[in-house]
């Protein structure tokens, strides 16, 4: 114990002998306990209560805070269930579609399953006189309600593959494949302006 500094000369260094672990545990100050916001569940008849009692209760003002007092809510959460019920309900305009429609036009693909979607906006047209409806809302109901696919047809012109220019081709080939020349065999191909790299 020969380093250890037993005398001190400085006055505002104050020297106390050291305590058990016992003392220094109990002057020592109790940690913070984090606190913990634990989150509300509510039931689903405390939901379906709420909700009903919104639907039944005329607008007025202040209405989500005392029906949430009654049944025990938090504000926050029964604003934001209001909000949610608003969203569900309103979520765009009405289907202009109907099953007599849906049959209608699943009997036309079943009569004819190589139809476009101009041929269909005009049978619906045609059967249902007062029926309006565009191409891109037909191919979305299509897709996504009915399940159904329709293909863009791509068409080549007729110039591009005659009998004639089919029959030199075959030949030209016929006449190079034995020869012992590396060539590469150039085909007309078919560009337009909406070609892209894929």
Known sequence: ????????????????????????????????????????NYSDFTRETFIYRMLESPQARGIVAKVAKD????????TEEVAYKKFEENNGPKCSFTTEHNEYIKEQLDNDPQLYSDDI????????????ISKSQLNNHLRNIMLITVKKPMFEPEIR???????????????????????????????????RNN
Not at 71 to 78: D, E, M, P, S
Not at 121 to 132: A, G, H, W, Y
Request: proline share 4%; glycine share 2%; charged share 25%.
């Open 1 to 40: 114990m020969e380093d250890v500094l037993t005398h001190v000369d400085d006055p505002n260094i104050v020297r106390e002998t050291m305590t058990s672990r016992q003392t220094y545990l109990s002057v020592k100050r109790p940690e913070k306990i984090p606190s913990v916001k634990l989150c509300n």
């Open 71 to 78: 049944l025990n809510i938090n504000y926050c959460t029964a």
């Open 121 to 132: 906006i005009n049978s619906l047209t045609k059967r249902f006189e007062v029926f309006t």
């Open 161 to 195: 593959n005659p009998v004639g220019n089919l029959q030199t081709r075959f030949e030209w080939f016929m006449e190079w494949k034995d020869s012992d020349l590396d060539f590469i065999f150039i085909d007309e191909a078919g560009f337009h302006i909406n070609m």
